[in-house]
């Protein structure tokens, strides 16, 4: 007979979220009167397009009934007219509507993996693929990737030996979070020729998909002889600047998988049924809203990358898409830097919640001088936050040394 | 080497949600020109109270960033200030909102069990328990209920014979779904003293509570000695009927649960935005909202019971709470019959969609002659139900004989 109250050990292994983690102490030091430049989470001030708002006046006063376990069905079909723009041709059976792309992540990690199952991941990767592995008992075996080499994937034999009989799916997030990299083809092909290779499925993340900033949008969904491996992740949260909707997507031709989603999907019920209509006209002009997106994180990017580059001892690599970049910083741990900006500094009234990187690893001792920038403020506040991050990187120096 | 694509094993026993899978027989039959009153799904005609579009309405053009994981402030507070009204005493951090009360569901399960461990059911059982317990590799032991006896609980004894060294938590749904049953004094009294006896968990699913035919709505959590063992799990959906909404809420004053709860809930980020501002003003007059919508359920249930009272060989006892009735039909499999509804018969032009019951069971075998009814038509439309069940049953019993 037990003696107490006993909690499941598997939450255990679920980690804090290293980027939500840090808000109790960006909330101390506001109530200490100073201004905390938030970059911590990829939370945009960029506003959705307003033509979300009149959809959803539109469907004021009528019932707030569930939606359909696979998703209403104009909503649905809005998004079989997107993915036709990238050249994609689906049925509406291929989609289904999620909460937010993380529910699209859990249903295809539960879709295709069995505990003690292996899913491949490149390091850094982000931090909800470790907490929804670590609630399913599957395990993440890390590839690390590195920021001298601007987070480029290793030769498919490098890949190969990592995996085993136990592998079911390789986790490719493209455009990159956290690190804001965008594969190229030679990477793409490699991907696909080794899922083909290995029989693995392709969960491919590409919830960042429209903000790259050279050449088009991409899917794995366009490659037609993978179309059996490839279930992509999608959302509405960045594309169109609105990560409180809650709007994401599981996409994948692969019939029985989409079978096992559906079953998994009904014992939730439904995503939220107003999100589902307003964001119809979103999907329509999807091109035309994302593309000013991605302008804007352009320019973003080049305020935080061309600061960081100019910073002694730090190293940065430029990112090709999404709105993160991680950078190098000459001290060994990027933990104690993030608790000093919040806690012992600030300039001219101002701090900054940056994300330490460490816990985008998998492997244990990595990462730990590394932070992520998520580049969410308009490019004058951006400048702000390169200024704290240099003079609080000197100051922090002067204080506790150097790596 | 394996030489296909592998899907998960976990997910094949996740069996399709009975409530909806008789869906697209009720689609084609519609496309026969037939009308289906559709009683299957708890998604009422009862429009939400109207403070709800006023509120989404001021929310209007500002940013739809991620809500805080342990939910937005204004929104749990308005949770602390509804409880109080309960004369339960909670601090914010006793409450996180979730997607929905089914994404509680999964908190609760995965916070306090591994894969291996048990947990106690009453059956009939809402069956999204079934599903997630299937994911998660958690055992329901079920303890099995009558309609004979009106759902009521069996002894303290009874119960804990099912109690093992692996149990970990009893799961009970008050008022019931998919019985209708509310737990009497006695009955709640019993739970308690078995979770501390046996240092359980109570997993008590209060999504109904205000729907009750009389005395006032309860909680587990007014416990005082269970403190530790109580978490309730919560929604907006039933009591201020907008099941659309997807917002509802997991409960506890154990503190290491709620640390446990609040790690999950990170890594799915947060629960829809726009919801939790517009559902503040439903919680802050919480008790008139859902009286009324309460009282509509009362009459309704009047239309349903004393219809099936009357219907020979029909067995069905008089519910107290929710927005179900189980009646058990004199017939040796409902599917079936549910099946003959919607593609030979109609009545004057219109059939009806009811859920056949096997699947709310766990034990192989039970509940085959059973059907739930969901009263979420008016009154008008009920009795056209309940007139054609009548027919049907009449029909049906014609064709095929009788249990």
Redesign the interface.
């Known amino acids: ?12 292994s ?4 290293p980027i ?1 983690k840090f ?1 109790p102490l960006a909330l101390a030091a506001e109530q200490r009167g100073i201004e905390v430049l938030r970059v911590n ?1 990829g ?3 960029i ?2 397009p ?1 033509v ?2 009149r959809a ?2 539109s469907f ?2 009528r ?7 696979p998703g209403i069905p104009q909503h649905t079909r809005a998004w079989v007219k997107y993915y036709a723009t990238l050249g994609v041709k689906l049925r509406p059976q291929d989609i289904i509507p999620t ?2 792309c ?2 699209a992540m ?1 249903f295809a990690l ?6 003690g ?1 292996e899913v491949l991941v490149f390091e850094p990767v982000y ?2 693929y470790k ?2 592995a670590a ?3 599957i395990r993440l075996v890390p590839v690390t990737l590195s920021v001298e080499n601007n987070f480029a994937l290793p030769p498919a034999a490098t890949i190969a030996k990592k995996i085993t ?1 136990k592998t ?1 799916a390789i986790v490719v997030i493209n455009p990159n979070n956290p690190t804001g990299a965008v594969l190229t083809k030679q990477e793409t092909a490699r991907i696909i020729q080794l899922a083909k290779k ?4 392709i969960i491919a993340d590409e919830t960042y998909r429209e903000i790259v900033f050279q050449g088009k949008p991409t899917s794995f969904l366009q490659s037609k002889s993978a179309r ?2 490839v279930i992509a992740l999608d959302s509405m949260s960045k594309k169109f600047s ?5 709007i994401g997507a599981i996409v994948s031709r ?1 019939a ?2 989409m079978r ?1 989603v ?3 999907a ?10 589902q209509w307003a964001t119809i006209p979103l999907l329509e002009h999807a091109a035309t809203h994302a593309r000013s997106i991605a302008r804007e994180y352009q320019r973003r990017r080049q305020v935080v990358y061309s600061a960081l580059k100019k910073m002694p001892g730090v190293t940065v690599r430029q990112p090709a898409g999404a709105l993160y970049i991680i950078a190098a910083l000459p001290i060994a741990n990027t933990e104690d830097f993030v608790k000093f900006l919040l806690t012992e500094f600030h300039y001219r009234g101002k701090t900054a919640l940056v994300t330490p990187a460490a816990d985008f690893y998998i492997t244990p001792g990595l990462g730990r001088n590394q932070i992520r920038i998520a580049y969410v403020l308009n490019a004058a506040r951006l400048r702000q936050v390169m200024e704290v991050l240099e003079r609080g990187l000197q100051a922090y120096r002067q204080k506790y040394g150097t790596a």
Chains 1, 2 share one sequence.
């Open positions: 007979m037990k003696r107490k109250l006993h909690l499941s050990r598997r939450v255990e679920v980690l804090a979220s939500r808000l989470v939370d945009s001030d506003p959705v307003k979300f708002w959803l006046r004021r006063d019932n707030i009934g569930y939606a359909p376990s909460v937010g993380a529910e859990l539960l879709g295709v993996a069995d505990p199952d931090p909800s907490g929804f609630m399913l008992g009989r079911r290995y029989h693995l499925f059996e491996h609105c990560p409180g909707v809650r692969n029985e998988v096992n559906l079953r998994v009904m014992v939730r019920l439904s995503a939220p049924t107003l999100e």
